[in-house]
């Protein structure tokens, strides 16, 4: 009986320690979460310089949802997705930290390779406008085109 009880023991220990690693079902991978995080944080900055500091009167909330479902689209994901996985690494520090470290170790860009035209979707072409594009980012392709205060 004695080795039967320790064989649940550590069977049930094994079971534990081999879904450490394993996220529960609906939780972006690490990698991913990296990667819309990523864009998520270069798009509230780049609302917070340059969209709502030009006009005061926006929905802030509704401007930046907007932003956040291209976003969510470029990555093949939902919103639920999303606010499910980051409550999942919220409540996993160390995961959380992880995430968050990766994404400070990605190199710093120049200005000129963080702004320079791009070809925008026909909804939001805008002549003599510039758009933050990044090599490896989506955001180029979620951000609409500003002119960042550029002489015509």
């Known amino acids: 009986m004695r ?14 320690c081999g879904r450490k690693n394993k996220l529960p079902a609906g ?6 979460m990296e990667d819309v995080m990523w864009d998520v944080m270069r798009t509230d900055q780049f609302l917070t310089d340059f969209v709502f500091i030009k006009d005061s009167s926006l929905n802030k909330d509704a401007v930046s949802m907007g932003y956040y479902q291209r976003i969510f689209r470029e990555h ?15 409540k996993h520090p160390a995961l959380l930290k992880a995430v968050m470290d990766s994404i400070s170790t990605r190199p710093e860009l120049k200005p000129e390779e963080i702004y320079k035209p791009v070809l925008a979707d026909t909804a939001m072409q805008h002549k003599n406008d510039t758009v933050i594009s990044a090599p490896g980012d989506t955001v180029s392709k979620v951000l609409p085109k500003t002119r960042l205060g550029k002489p015509q």
């Open 3 to 16: 080795r039967l009880l320790l064989l649940m023991f550590f069977s049930g220990l094994l079971i534990a």
């Open 27 to 32: 939780v972006l991978p690490a990698e991913k």
């Open 76 to 90: 093949a994901i939902t919103r639920e997705e999303f606010q499910t996985s980051f409550k999942y690494y919220q």
